[in-house]
């Protein structure tokens, strides 16, 4: 009979912006920390993180031997155990999309992390984990209202 295993896995998300607010054309540093609080080892962890919308993935960026997957723009890192009470920090930067569509007034992205395999346990985790970054856009036009009333004209002759 396989014994019961005591794991919990988490990760906590913050998000620090180039700028405050965040505007377009600036960058945000996502900063991911993970770890088992559990009694017992985690095998076969993956943390996945996708890109959040209106951003790019700043190349080089990513620590901690994360790959990006560009068919799904997730960032993924994987362990094949993590011990118990360990804990690590990964990052990525992303850029925002200039210029940014109009009505988005938030940047939101959020990470899990699981086990690939599962075995009778106890597991405990707490994702997925989120960080939103409020962002400011500038229209790129703009056009003045003309002003009411009569209209002067001057002939040159």
């Not at 118990?84 to 940014?100: C, D, M, R, Y």
Request: aromatic letters at 6%; one cysteine or more.
């Amino acid at each position: 009979m396989p014994t019961t295993r005591n794991i919990d896995v988490y990760v906590i998300k913050s998000a620090v912006a180039a700028v405050a607010p965040a505007v377009p054309g600036t960058q945000i540093e996502y900063t991911l920390v993970y770890g088992n609080n559990g009694a017992d080892p985690a095998t076969d962890v993956v943390l996945t993180d996708t890109l959040p919308a209106n951003t790019d993935l700043v190349v080089g960026s990513i620590t901690g031997a994360g790959r990006f997957i560009t068919a799904t723009n997730t960032i993924t890192w994987g362990w094949a155990s993590l011990a118990s009470l360990a804990t690590g920090t990964v990052s990525f930067t992303v850029q925002i999309t200039n210029p940014l569509p109009a009505g988005v007034e938030t940047i939101a992205n959020t990470a899990t992390i699981m086990m690939q395999r599962h075995s009778p346990m106890r597991c405990r985790t707490t994702t997925p984990f989120s960080a939103s970054t409020p962002v400011t856009a500038a229209p790129d036009l703009t056009i003045p209202k003309p002003m009411a009333g009569p209209r002067c004209w001057q002939a040159i002759g």
